[in-house]
């Protein structure tokens, strides 16, 4: 009988660490899934505020790759002006590359450092261009016409 006693108290034992191990994975997994689900709201209201001809916030575009990415990138400090990125490869750009740092305002033909630019959405696919200010934009509109 104590041995039976024994059995059934270490069964119990067994029993109550599995439920509890997996009580515990159900309420992580709940918590990683509440945190993921807004941050997935956010972003597809992020992209869904810009469309063509709108004016970008710095902190959405990758500067290397030229491109709205929808969410906020990876910032990168260069000489007091902090610059975007999406991947490492393109926080390295930034770092060590000083053309990765300007752009070509489309209407001026002028240089433009990105951190300063006037960003603008030019295609559905993502491509922005950088303006020297919001002058320059619209009146490389009146040109396009």
Do not use: H, W
């Not at 709201?41 to 929808?70: F, H, R």
Request: charged share 25%.
């Amino acid at each position: 009988m104590k041995k039976l006693i024994k059995k059934s108290g270490v069964l119990l034992v067994v029993a109550f660490s599995i439920v509890a191990c997996n009580s515990e994975a159900k309420q992580s997994i709940t918590k990683e899934t509440a945190v993921v689900t807004p941050q997935k709201v956010i972003n597809q209201e992020t992209q869904q505020e810009y469309k063509i001809g709108s004016k970008i916030p710095n902190d959405l575009v990758c500067m290397v790759n030229d491109a709205y990415m929808g969410k906020p990138q990876i910032p990168v400090p260069v000489n007091g002006k902090t610059y975007y990125g999406c991947c490492q490869m393109c926080v390295g750009a930034l770092n060590n590359n000083e053309t990765a740092r300007t752009g070509i305002d489309p209407f001026s033909n002028k240089e433009v450092d990105k951190t300063e630019a006037y960003i603008v959405l030019m295609k559905e696919e993502g491509d922005v261009a950088y303006f020297e200010s919001k002058e320059n934009y619209l009146s490389f509109l009146k040109k396009q016409k």
